[in-house]
Antibody
């Protein structure tokens, strides 16, 4: 059974940093691209970042480019999102999602999410 | 960026009746490989999103057959043939044809 479990969220001051983790199980992480998607309170979904299976290719939304870094450790079956220079508008629940590219470029499994609050 | 516009934003439906949600794209979602990468997600209250439909009309594993997707080019539709209480939530269309990946603003399905 595919499972994704995010952790690392919390309260952080503007300008601060946080690293999110997503522990994957039930599939071979290295075979799949992965994503981070966020949802601000009461709002819709916003794609944040994608990383290829090997970790060499990364993509970012303009809103986080230069501040966030996506990475992965396939030996630990874990995906990461390093978030620096955090702003109030980064406040959201952050989900990791598995990316099925071969079958049709869709996000087939999602984690439960971890909440990030940026506030002084 | 491709903008996905969903209508209606809110849909009150009677139990057992059908429901339909539209998703219109600002540009064609046909990829250079000939496929159209439009998905539908369901988000029940307090839960993460769940994949319902991928590549316009393919039901994901475990999704009831009362959910169906259709459309082409820039216009897409999600239909629920008979709405049940468990279908309450917000529905999103999503495109992965072109970067950046974008979502519709969501349609809230509620029971009358």
């Amino acid at each position: 059974e595919v499972q994704l479990l995010e952790s690392g969220g919390g309260l952080v001051q503007p300008g601060g940093s946080l690293r999110l983790s997503c522990a994957a199980s039930g599939f071979t992480l290295s075979n799949y691209a992965m994503n981070w998607v966020r949802q601000a309170p009461g709002k819709g979904l916003e794609w944040v970042s994608t990383i290829g299976g090997g970790g060499g290719n990364t993509y970012y939304a303009d809103s986080v480019k230069g501040r966030f870094t996506i990475s992965r450790d396939n030996s630990k079956n874990t995906l990461y999102l390093q978030m620096n220079s955090l702003r109030a508008e980064d406040t959201a629940v952050y989900y990791c999602a598995k990316y099925e590219l071969v079958g049709g470029r869709f996000f087939d499994y999602w984690g439960q999410g971890t909440r990030v609050t940026v506030s002084s | 960026d491709i903008v996905l516009t969903q209508t209606p934003l809110s849909s009150p439906v009677t139990l057992g009746q059908p429901a339909s949600i539209s998703c219109r794209s600002s540009r064609s979602l046909v990829h250079s490989d000939g496929n159209t990468y439009l998905s539908w997600l369901q988000q029940r209250p307090g839960l993460p999103p769940r994949l319902l439909i991928y590549r316009v009309s393919n039901r994901f594993s475990g999704v009831p057959d009362r959910f169906s997707g259709s459309g082409a080019g820039t216009d897409f539709t999600l239909k629920i043939s008979r709405v049940g209480a468990e279908d309450v939530g917000v529905y999103y269309c999503m495109q992965t044809t072109q970067s950046p990946i974008t979502f519709g603003q969501g349609t809230r399905l509620e029971i009358k």
